[in-house]
């Protein structure tokens, strides 16, 4: 298993553009989530989706932030318009309920946005 | 609400010493409880978990981590550190959820180093 898979890597945006996040969970697993880390705030729960269903989207700081899960195997995260203070790095977590709790993190997505 | 609680920023232990990382928890029903390390540019992995049973958890890595319900904790430990394990370390309470799925909470994280 290749494990949880986002992309890009690295992002460097200018101010006001948008910005695309991507994520492909592990085959089978049945929620995703997506965290945001930065060294003020750690680690921050955007969103999360049960059965490509977004379940709580409270964690998502503003209304530039969306998300999306069309398939099992795929999911966006956009910022419209992106701002210097979304620089973070985002992750991506999969997890099969109701077995295991566990979550299995992408390696993640630094942004920059300048 | 659940909350996690690690009382350590940062801590320094020479190779080869033991280690023990604090974790203090909350949260009203049974935990489910985690703890993840990240090294640096990496997400985070998995280092073991308790749900239930055997309070003494061993993981991945010869780490090991007790739950202790009287003191709502789960430290981790390791009888001798290696340089390798110099990264930061989560731990992190579950939570069943009625819309479905399962939420986790993160502490702040300590950041270990290690001293050769």
């Known amino acids: 298993d290749a494990g949880v898979i986002q992309s890009p890597r690295h992002e460097v945006t200018e101010m006001g553009q948008e910005v695309t996040l991507r994520c492909k969970p592990i085959s089978g697993h049945n929620s995703l989530f997506w965290y945001r880390q930065t060294m003020m705030r750690g680690l921050e729960l955007l969103i999360y989706f049960n059965n490509n269903v977004p379940i709580d989207d409270s964690g998502m700081p503003e209304d530039r932030f969306s998300a999306k899960m069309p398939n099992a195997s795929f999911s966006t995260l956009k910022i419209q318009p992106s701002e210097p203070r979304d620089s973070a790095v985002y992750f991506c977590?999969?997890?099969?309920?109701?077995?295991?709790?566990?979550?299995?993190f992408g390696s993640g997505t630094r942004l920059t946005v300048v | 609400a659940q909350s996690v609680t690690q009382p350590d920023i940062h801590i320094t232990v020479s190779e080869g010493a033991s280690l023990e990382l604090r974790c203090n928890y909350s949260y009203g029903a049974t935990p489910y409880l985690f703890w993840y390390v990240q090294s640096p540019g990496q997400g985070l992995q998995l280092l073991l978990k308790y749900f239930s049973g055997d309070t003494l958890v061993q993981g991945i890595k010869g780490f090991e981590a007790e739950f202790k319900r009287s003191q709502s904790s789960f430290n981790l430990r390791k009888p001798s550190v290696h340089w390798s394990d110099a990264a930061e370390y989560f731990c992190a309470v579950g939570e069943v959820l009625t819309g479905g799925g399962n939420k986790l909470t993160f502490g702040t994280g300590t950041q270990l180093k290690v001293e050769l």
């Open positions: 977590a999969s997890s099969f309920v109701p077995v295991n709790y566990g979550y299995t």
